[in-house]
């Protein structure tokens, strides 16, 4: 993005090239890189293999195969949102496969979710120390669901939090206008995503007394908003934002009651099996931190992390907790990013209240990254029927 390059420090770039190779050669090693991959992963690759050896969108031989393959316009097509296919494409370029595989595509998840966790943690370091951002970073990257799903395969969630991470650092810099493109991206990668980048628009908006703020994050979203519109007008026959997507989620933000919603809500924080605060528990800890030093969080990260809480209040409205995941969380992970550097800040208030308060900061990221990698290393799902699984943990 222009505006954004910085020089960084020597030690800054010890950090960056840690956190590549560390994460590079991790996320390799546990990835999914056959056809084993969840469906919506697979979903998103085929169109990208497809556009490269074929030239068109269309799925035909597919039909049948997957259930997010679907009838569109004049034709099978995926179901997916065009720009988490588009950011597969250079690597079906580069590999070329003639029979579809799913390595490109995992090759990409990888890539781009090591991108999200460097420019994180460039954000982090607009709020703390480099130190505390390294250490806020990997945690991030292998103490949250970032590990098991976004670095797993071609989920929306890692292109979602590499533009959600662009997007924070032109906010903390002052480059609105290329924060507004990199959220433009996103909603064309997760169309939900609207909701935060608007809400942020209109926080920093008033916060700062400026119109330029609304306009500058407004104007490439919407305009994303009308190629999706016309994306999808051309390979669904409709205008409209769900493309081929069941119409389950509109319904839910129409019929679901106050019990379910409410019930629904509290799941993506404290369900068993999907809540985020009990997959991350150091989540927790910098909440709770977060709060009580809230007035040492800078304006712009306050503002992300109650775009971040707007999403999630939102996308409760509109979709189950458990989004296909049998355990753990997908749908936090863009707002957990919006959210960093209020965290981030929050835990290390915490740390530096003594003793107790450091312990438990550590044992709190300590459990997080435990908890993560049981379900990375541990837990092992078979498909039954459709896109349901039975799990259980084994080596």
Known sequence: MPGLRRKLSTGRRRHVASLVIGFGVLYSLTATWGYEANVDAIAAALPAWSVVMDGTLHLDQFAGLNPWIVKGASGYVSNRPPGISAVAIPAYLVSRPEVFSNAPATATAVAVTVAALVVVYLVLCEVVSARVALLSTVVMGIGTSTWKVSADALWPHGPGQLWAAIGLLAIARAH????????????????????????????????????????????????????????????????????????????????????????????????????LLIWSPVVVV???????????????????????????????????????????????????????????????????????????????????????????LLLECGEIVGTNYVCGFGM
């Open 176 to 275: 609105t206008t290329s924060a507004g493109w990199a959220f433009a991206a996103a909603l064309l990668t997760r169309p939900v995503t609207a909701v935060s980048s608007g809400a942020l628009g209109l926080l920093e908006g008033w916060r700062q007394k400026s119109w330029g703020h609304v306009i500058g994050i407004g104007v490439p979203t919407f305009a994303a908003l009308g190629l999706l519109l016309v994306y999808n007008r051309v390979i669904f026959g409709s205008f409209s934002i769900g493309g081929g997507y069941p119409p389950d989620f509109a319904e839910r933000a129409v019929t679901m009651g106050p019990v379910e919603y409410a019930g629904n809500l509290i799941g993506f924080f404290v369900s068993p099996s999907n809540g």
């Open 286 to 376: 910098g909440l709770a931190g977060a709060v009580w030093g809230w007035s040492a969080i800078p304006g712009w990260a306050r503002s992300a992390a109650v775009a971040a809480l707007i999403y999630l209040v939102v996308h409760a409205r509109l979709n189950r907790v458990s989004g296909g995941a049998p355990f753990g969380y997908r749908y936090p992970l863009e707002p957990l990013v919006l959210a960093a550097p209020a965290l981030a800040v929050g835990a290390e208030w915490l740390h530096n209240r003594g003793t107790t308060m450091r312990r438990l900061v550590i044992s709190a990221a300590g459990i997080s990254i435990a908890l993560q990698a049981g379900l990375v």
